[in-house]
């Protein structure tokens, strides 16, 4: 059977695990590898950006990870329940909602680039071929808005691929002629929200910042109306003076909630790929937080990576199950399946009293981490599909000729294969890839759920 009240569960018992992909990241290849890598991988939540096309992407990798889920039979899979997905919205500037762009026309001749090198998504593109600023041959590669950021000179596309972008800013110090600037949007909420709840969104974060209460307030009454068909609330705030008082403030004008709330502490935003240090900040948050015993649970994110788990366990922060030195996690699925048969309905779709504190992290999110960490995958896709360009592509598509990969992969999966499908290719198509990426992910899920990893659920997704 399905179990329903899994992502609730985790965060009770502090192994939640969210996936960021981004709140402006909107590469929709890029997306539907990562939905399908880390569901496979047994994550709890997925949130990306509330764009009616990165909405349908997910839903549409989800559906194709639950279904090779349930083929794989849990050997190689660890997908105990379809992770909630998870859409961001913004109460003002917020870095998390910009994109960069600037005019490759006026770079100077003799620059080295530099931009091109420091960009983790990279977005920054010179003289790339015509298909990718056409948006032809990849399809989905790129949609129309990511080309007005881009100089075409003889047909090569010069800029930045805003689809990619995701705002981290680091290009922007670097350019020895400061001309990368940035541009801020705001979601309007009265048309976004009724939006995101029909295509079947399980959980909006609200990014704010401290002395927004207003700007906040106002985006709530749009949230309000739709709370009883929503699983979780999240509030992501980075650090700053004032910061435990906002919080409450927040909290006073959001209760009594009917879902779950959870206070994403967001460290240092959009780091956690440039080193060890970075989770330092989203660690001292969440003690920080904690320690003031706000009602709610505590999620870190902002320079996560794969040392916070530890730092964590070091820190006595984790839930005490996952303090024990010989595991991250509780010792095997079986108990826990017991232990859940026993949990009130009401309860678990509650979110477990969150008007109580809770004395530890009760999960993680990663986000520049996780992409980094698929990135040799996402760029071996990347490459078959460019040399799948049209109308190679379209050939392949139509079943009129071999896939190249099936040419350099006997295993080509004939269950799930681009003959029977007008898409590019997917993960789905290269099972050496789709594995390798499972694998990539999980080693990262598993520090905080390392019980599953001997133990495999095998539900009925
Ligand atoms: S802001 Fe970050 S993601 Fe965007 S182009 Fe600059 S370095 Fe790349
Ligand atoms: S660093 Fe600045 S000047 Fe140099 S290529 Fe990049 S955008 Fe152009």
């Known amino acids: 059977m399905t179990d329903l009240y899994y992502p609730l569960r985790s965060l009770r018992e502090g192994h939640w695990f969210k996936l960021i992909c981004g709140a402006s990241f909107q590469h929709l290849p890029a997306i539907r590898t990562l939905v399908m890598a880390y569901t496979l991988a047994g994550v709890d939540c997925i949130d990306i950006a509330a764009d009616p096309a990165v909405i349908s992407t997910a839903k549409i990798a989800l559906d194709l990870a639950t279904s090779l889920a349930k083929a794989d039979g849990g050997k190689r899979s660890y997908t105990h329940a379809v992770p909630w997905l998870m859409v961001s919205l913004n109460d003002g500037e917020d870095p998390h909602f910009r994109k960069a762009e600037f005019n490759a026309a006026t ?34 590669m790129l949609r129309t808005d990511a ?12 800029g930045v691929l805003s689809d990619r972008c995701y705002g981290c800013g680091r290009c922007l110090p670097i350019c020895p002629v ?8 705001q979601s309007t909420p009265a048309a976004m929200v009724p939006f995101i709840m029909q295509a079947g969104i399980d959980a909006i974060e609200i990014h704010t910042q401290i002395g927004h209460i207003d700007e906040f307030c106002r985006l709530w009454a749009a949230i309000e109306p739709w709370l009883d068909k929503l699983k979780l609330i999240a509030i992501s705030c980075p650090d700053g003076d004032g910061l435990l008082d906002y919080l409450r403030a927040l909290y006073e004008s959001i209760s009594p909630l009917p879902c779950a709330l959870m206070w994403q502490l967001d460290g ?3 780091s956690g790929d440039i080193g060890i240090g970075t989770t330092r900040a989203a660690v001292k948050l969440g003690q920080k937080v904690l320690t003031s ?4 649970y505590i999620q870190l994110a902002g320079g996560t990576n794969h040392h ?4 964590l366990k070091a820190l006595n922060l984790l839930h005490p199950r996952l303090q024990n030195a010989a595991t991250t996690a509780p010792s095997v699925a079986e108990p826990l399946l017991k232990s859940d048969q026993a949990l009130d309905a009401s309860q678990a779709v509650q979110g477990y009293a969150h008007d109580q504190a809770t004395a530890y992290v009760a999960g993680v999110a990663y986000g520049s981490y996780a992409r980094t960490l698929l990135m040799p995958i996402l760029n071996q896709l990347d490459a ?8 190679e592509a379209r050939a392949v598509a139509s079943g009129s000729a071999r896939s190249p990969l099936a040419i350099v992969n006997p295993a080509f999966s004939t269950a799930f294969s681009t003959t029977e499908r007008s898409q590019p290719l997917g ?12 694998g990539l992910a999980r080693s990262l899920v598993s520090q905080l759920k390392a019980f599953n990893t001997e133990h495999p659920m095998r539900l009925d997704l």
Do not use: N
């Not at 015993?293 to 709610?296: D, H, N, V």
């Not at 078959?384 to 109308?391: D, Q, S, V, Y």
């Open 147 to 158: 080309r007005e950021s881009l100089a075409v000179i003889d047909d090569r596309a010069s």
């Open 268 to 270: 240092r935003p959009m």
């Open 107 to 140: 770079c100077p001749s003799g620059c080295a680039r530099p931009c091109e090198q420091i960009c983790p998504a990279q977005a920054i593109v010179f003289e790339a071929p015509a298909e990718v600023a056409r948006g032809s041959g990849l399809a989905t």
């Open 427 to 438: 993960l789905e198509d290269a099972p050496d890839l789709l594995w390798q990426a499972v």
């Open 293 to 296: 015993g706000l009602p709610g």
């Open 308 to 311: 916070t788990v530890p730092k």
């Open 178 to 185: 400061q001309q990368i600037v940035t541009h801020s949007y």
């Open 384 to 391: 078959i599909r460019l040399e799948m360009a049209e109308p």
